[in-house]
């Protein structure tokens, strides 16, 4: 494909709750919506970098930044771009996975939809809906905990998630799972908020029969997950620490992790994402999809890659409604506790104009020169 113009739009969502975990409290979802055009074919990508950096090194202006000066020109110059000939293209621009995603997914979008094939039969989907769990923020009561998850439960969520610091740990655990019982999927998200020092403590939710504790500790520190791995009975995932399909391997090399949560923005992309899903299928490592408050857009390529065989775990892919009044793209909407994989050309939705421009802030072209 010969790219022929680029648009990248900053566009603010609000939330309808603020979202609060151990990094912060987001009020509303900042994004970065990319849109590549080739002579008869458009695609989408959606950039997951946040507000601030801090759940990675990544931003969105940062990614805005980096894409614009260096992702998206090399794009522009070359005489014939696909998804899997993106990455040798921007391999000199280093980190900066994002924003690289976005970009990917755009092009890859664009692809698909030129051949009428979809992001799940592109992906190797096997599945035509997945379970849906829910990320549920950290509160500031322990009754108004109870009140959110009860809601969630009753509209059919799989799964829940319960995010953790130090201070918010055993006692919501121990509440969620007396009122609601031991047959609730539970599962709990540190966001790295804790250290080895720790380990005794951790310890203590090993009597709640957690599925996972994700990202207890530093991103950095695959040797102290190894060790609280051996510590709790509890098995530990992995979020921030896996950033590619080859720390991926050194992770379950070093037994630092049993489940990996894998998200295609922090790790490049869509295609990398796969990689990651067969290494672990490969070492008996089961996956799941993990969300960064994604639109429409990410929900539904992500909703396709979480339809691969090894994604035996429910993901954080959640109902369009569970963040946002109005998506930019139709709702996914939750049946029976699923949502339904796309199955039209490339992502198999697309924004609403009228929707989008309502919440772009601010636009920048880049065009073959
Ligand atoms: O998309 O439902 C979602 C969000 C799920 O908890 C979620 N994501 O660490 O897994 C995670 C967080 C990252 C986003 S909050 C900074
Ligand atoms: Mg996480």
Request: aromatic share 6%; proline share 6%; glycine share 8%.
């Amino acid at each position: 494909m010969r790219i022929e113009h680029v648009r990248l739009r900053r566009i603010s969502l609000p939330l309808i709750t603020p979202f609060r975990t151990s990094l912060g409290i987001e009020y509303e979802r900042s994004a970065l919506v990319v849109q590549v055009f080739t002579a008869d074919a458009e695609g989408w990508g959606e950039c997951v970098a946040g507000a601030e950096p801090d759940y990675s090194s990544e931003y969105v202006e940062g990614a805005e930044d980096v894409l614009l000066r260096h992702l998206v020109p090399p794009l522009l110059a070359a005489e014939s771009v696909t998804a899997r000939t993106l990455a040798p293209l921007v391999a000199a621009v280093k980190g900066h996975r994002m924003a690289k995603a976005a970009l990917e997914m755009a092009v890859l979008d664009a692809e698909l939809r030129s051949y009428g094939r979809s992001f799940a039969a592109g992906l190797g989907a096997v599945a035509d809906r997945v379970p849906s769990g829910v990320s549920v923020g950290i509160m500031d009561s322990l009754p108004e905990l109870i009140d959110a998850v009860a809601g969630y439960l009753a509209q059919g969520y799989r799964r829940i998630k319960l995010k953790i610091e130090p201070g918010w740990d055993i006692a919501p655990v121990r509440a969620v799972r007396e009122r609601f019982g031991d047959d609730t999927l539970l599962q709990v998200d540190a966001n790295a908020a804790y250290t080895r020092a720790d380990t005794r403590h951790l310890a203590r939710l090993d009597s709640f029969d957690l599925q996972l504790i994700e990202q207890p500790l530093d991103e950095e520190d695959l040797l102290g997950h190894a060790a609280l791995a051996r510590s709790l009975h509890t098995p530990i995932c992995l979020d921030e620490s896996v950033v590619s399909a080859r720390s991926a391997a050194d992770a379950i090399a070093l037994g630092a992790c049993h489940i990996v949560n894998v998200k295609p923005g922090r790790v490049g992309g869509y295609l990398e994402a796969r990689r990651i899903h067969d290494v672990c299928a490969a070492s008996g490592i089961p996956v799941w999809c993990g969300g960064m408050l994604e639109t429409g857009l990410g929900r539904a390529g992500n909703a396709a890659l979480a339809a691969l065989p090894n994604f035996t775990l429910p993901g954080d892919i959640s109902a369009s409604d569970r963040y946002f009044a109005t998506d930019i793209t139709e709702p996914f909407v939750l049946r029976d506790g699923h949502l339904t994989v796309p199955t039209g050309p490339g992502l198999g939705v697309t924004p609403i104009p009228a929707v989008l421009d309502e919440v772009t802030t601010t636009v920048n072209e880049l065009r073959r020169r």
